[in-house]
């Protein structure tokens, strides 16, 4: 059984910062790429960034230069980064991540349970 369990949400002002962690769990699966997605209400999930097991990034216009996605793979576990953010950041955030079966080499999706991030102006 594959778990997502992401950390790191909450409330901050205008420009401040936060880091997001998720923590990834499994047996006999591998955890290839990962990332992270955001949702408003009314609107559709969109990537935020995601990472490759060789550290291959890719981000979203409207927060490069802002937020750097990292990940261990010792632990299973990605993080974002989130600095200079603005009122228009504020989403819950889902942790994505690509399983591949070690048995069967085949690969699915999985989500966390999403973590609120809501930043005032």
Known sequence: QV??????????QAGGSLRLSCAASGSTVRFNTMGWYR???????????????GGWTNYVDSV???????????????????NSL???DTAVYYCNAQVQSIATYLEFGSWGQGTQVTVSS
């Not at 778990?3 to 901050?12: A, M, R, T, Y």
């Not at 949702?39 to 097991?53: C, H, N, S, Y």
Request: aromatic share 4%; hydrophobic share 30%.
């Open 86 to 88: 603005k009122p228009e």
């Open 39 to 53: 949702q408003v209400p009314g609107k559709q999930r969109e990537l935020v960034a995601d990472i490759t097991r």
């Open 64 to 82: 490069k230069g802002r937020f750097t996605i990292s990940r261990d793979n010792a632990k299973n576990t990605v993080y974002l980064q989130m």
């Open 3 to 12: 778990q997502l369990v992401e950390s790191g949400g909450g409330l901050v």
